[in-house]
């Protein structure tokens, strides 16, 4: 965790399940981000450091051989910090594995689905020629993390390897697809990533509580059959996902691709069969939620970033 995360902030995360004056920790919590929606408790510390171990060992299973595609559901914190939990993220296992993929493969091409903002991940690579960022997200007054807008293409050396891709609410696998396809193209074309990481967070789904998109698993599923067929050494991280039964479609949906196996799209009996009703099917319907995402808008950001990416050829 070291290799990304300050030496105050992780040992102050490491003593939380220790600490016993209650007025010293809540003050220095603040500093650290540890209030509202990163609360402490003494488990956050060995939950963090479980899961970014997990997406670490991933890595690592990808830099040995073991196999092409590595997955950790349980991963994906990119809101998290060098110093600072924010978003319900404590470490951010992305960071990691990208400097562990790093040690092996020269360029890596991290890809965030997430309905917010990979600011984390983006912020840790800005200044970097060999890790390129590409978020799609929302993008709109109020909603977090707030960043992520069409002119943040990086800086200073790593100018023009960080991809944003705002879109507004109401966004559907019918433009989303196409777009996110199209920026992956180009960026594979002038960037020749030898790795991938893709952050799945599952909160653009329709009927999620984040209210934002009217996505459903097939968005999803094609973005990441894109780039599976370009065959490089893959890391799939999970992320958001609030509407618990429709994560579990999502992901179990793409799991499946990964392992080349075909799902009925009847949910099975299981223990938590009652949760999928009332349909008990496996797919989920877009709504019908206004799109706010004109033709126009869509094709400007689209020109844009296309624009910006040839700059690098
Ligand atoms: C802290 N926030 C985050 C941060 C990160 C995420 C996330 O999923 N990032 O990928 C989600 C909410 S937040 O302020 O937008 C919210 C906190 C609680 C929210 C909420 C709770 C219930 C229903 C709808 N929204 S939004
Ligand atoms: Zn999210």
Redesign the pocket.
């Known amino acids: 965790m070291l290799g990304f995360h300050a030496e105050d902030y992780i040992q102050f995360l490491s003593l939380l399940g220790r600490q016993t004056d209650e007025e010293k920790l809540e003050e220095e919590s603040e500093q650290y981000g540890l209030t509202?929606?990163c609360p402490i408790n003494r488990h956050v510390y060995t939950y963090a450091a479980l899961t970014s171990g997990a997406s670490l060992r991933a890595a690592e299973c990808l830099m040995e051989g073991r196999s092409q595609v590595a997955v950790n559901w349980c991963g994906?914190w990119?809101?998290a910090k060098r110093d600072m939990a924010?978003?319900?993220?404590y470490i951010n296992d992305i960071v990691l594995a990208i400097l562990k993929l790093r040690e092996k493969y020269d360029r890596v091409l991290y890809v965030d689905l997430?309905?917010?903002h990979?600011d984390g991940v983006e912020e840790a690579f800005c200044a970097s020629t060999r890790v390129m960022t590409i978020s799609v997200h929302k993008y709109s007054p109020g909603?977090?993390?707030g960043s992520g807008g069409l002119d943040s293409i990086g800086v200073g050396k790593g100018r023009g390897y960080t991809v944003n891709i705002p879109l507004l609410e109401g966004a559907r696998d019918e433009e989303f697809v196409p777009l996110v396809c199209r920026v992956l193209h180009k960026a594979r074309e002038v960037f020749s990533p030898q790795a991938l990481v893709c952050q799945c967070?599952a909160?653009g789904l329709s009927g999620d509580?984040?209210?934002s998109f009217s996505l459903t698993p097939t968005a999803y599923s094609r973005c990441l059959q894109f780039m599976l067929q370009w065959r490089l050494p893959t890391l799939v991280l999970g992320?958001?996902?609030?509407n618990s039964p429709n994560t579990a479609r999502c992901w179990t949906r793409l799991t499946a691709i990964l392992c080349g196996h075909k799902l009925s799209s009847e949910v099975p009996d299981h223990k938590f069969f009652m949760s999928y009703g009332p349909d008990f099917e496996l797919n989920i319907s877009p709504g019908n939620r206004k799109n706010m995402n004109s033709k126009e808008a869509l094709r400007r950001i689209h020109n844009t970033i296309i624009e910006n990416l040839d700059k690098l050829k």
Not at 86 to 89: E, Q, V
Not at 239 to 242: D, E, K, L, V
């Open positions: 509202y929606d994906g990119h809101h924010s978003g319900f993220c997430d309905v917010h990979g909603f977090f993390p967070g909160d509580p984040m209210d992320g958001g996902g609030y």
